[in-house]
């Protein structure tokens, strides 16, 4: 039987790109320690199984060393380069969400559609109070529209849809395209795809709700700058790109204005009250209420922390009690965008479009799935 010789430092690389557990990856794989110790080589069958667990290029197995991946647009994170390798999964999402943009912006220049004023329409000079007044007025985003939501869960549905319909395209999931490739937020919260005809915003759905609510306000920001960025948009650290610092601020500010949040503070009360009052008053995380606190010197770094790290717990524990399925067309809109979806369906049923490369761009694969998903949008059967 004819082995295929293989650098055995391609099969390391290939583990580690997946984010997959060497013992876990052998059950499947026996003579796994065998190829990565070059003792032994794969079948050709062999190693193409290999790759396809592995999500990677068969043809990098030729390669004489592992190849040299980057991230395709600017990379502002923090946390996810300490990992050992770029994901395949993160590689993955930023692709497809690629083609999608290029498909969206063809479909706009056709319909004459004009440039979006707001993409690149603040620099790093415009002050943060400024820059999240003008993202309040283009969306229409207001601590008043905000509280009439029920929750802030629901004010994130308000917000994804003020974004929209603004004309930014915002895709949510927590997994590559529709499959059980599931992301992971410590490697990367969101991404922003700028472009006056097709603004994009990625957020990791695998994170909290609450992580999500200010990843969309961050991301939001880059647009307003016209800089496409991949980021960590943490909300309690500190970073060291000036670019990611002024969209944090910008961020913070469009959730809870400080002006209208200081003089929301009462000083003599509980900190879990006022935790509760202020949720319902701006209808945000807690979280993000934490670290306008800390902002304003209404807590000191060590009490914010403490607190911070209570109800981070707290929230986690809470996500997972609820966590369950839900309507597979209203998550599948969600993960592509409503906006995108429905000039995607339409392209398609108007002929400009092929169902095969409709059904790539969803990830979806039968008709049937297309034409339920068309009336969940509205089209007629």
């Known amino acids: 039987m004819t082995r ?9 690389w290939a ?17 796994l320690p065998d190829w990565e110790s070059g003792e032994t080589h794969p079948t050709l069958r062999q190693l193409e199984q290999y790759a396809q667990a592995t999500h990677a290029p068969l043809g990098y197995f030729f390669l004489p060393a592992p190849p040299q991946e980057v991230v395709p647009i600017p990379d502002f994170r923090t946390m996810g380069q300490g990992l050992p390798r770029l994901s395949a999964d993160l590689l993955d999402v930023i692709y497809t969400c690629q083609t999608r943009q290029a498909w ?9 559609e004009t440039p979006l004023p707001f993409v690149g329409s603040t620099t790093l000079a415009t002050p943060a109070a400024d820059a999240a007044q003008l993202i309040r007025q283009t969306l229409g985003f207001s601590v008043e529209a905000r509280r009439e939501c029920p929750t802030w869960a629901e004010a994130l549905r308000l917000f994804i849809a003020q974004a929209e319909q603004a004309g930014v395209m915002v895709m949510v999931s927590g997994v590559v395209v529709n499959n059980t490739r599931h992301l ?4 990367f919260r969101g991404f922003a795809l700028a472009d006056a005809l097709a603004p994009l915003v990625f957020i990791n759905g695998a994170d909290s709700k609450a992580a999500q609510m200010f990843t969309l306000a961050h991301e939001l920001a880059h647009l307003w700058l016209g800089q496409t960025a991949l980021s960590d948009a943490a909300m309690v650290e500190a970073s060291n790109h000036a670019t990611e610092s002024w969209c944090n601020r910008v961020a913070a500010e469009l959730l809870v204005p400080q002006t209208e949040f200081r003089a929301a ?8 009250v006022a935790l509760q009052r202020l949720a319902r008053h701006f209808k945000v995380s807690t979280l993000v209420l934490l670290r306008r606190m800390l902002d304003v010197g209404w807590l000191d770094r060590s009490a914010f922390w403490a607190a911070y790290r209570a109800e981070e717990a707290r929230l986690k524990a809470l996500t997972q009690r609820n966590a369950g ?3 597979f067309y209203r998550t599948t809109v969600a993960r592509v965008s409503k906006r995108f979806a429905q000039t995607l369906v339409a392209s398609t049923l108007e002929g400009r479009t092929l169902y095969r490369d409709a059904f790539r761009m969803l990830g979806i694969a039968k008709p049937s799935t297309f034409n339920e998903l068309g009336r969940t949008l509205g089209f007629p059967s």
């Open 4 to 12: 295929i010789a293989v650098q055995p430092a391609l099969f390391v």
């Open 15 to 31: 583990r580690q790109r997946a984010r997959m557990d060497e013992a876990a990856l052998a059950v499947r794989f026996p003579r």
């Open 104 to 112: 969206y912006r063809d479909e706009a220049v056709v319909h004459g």
């Open 184 to 187: 992971d937020p410590q490697e």
């Open 265 to 272: 503070l009462q000083r003599d009360e509980a900190l879990d």
């Open 325 to 327: 399925g839900g309507d």
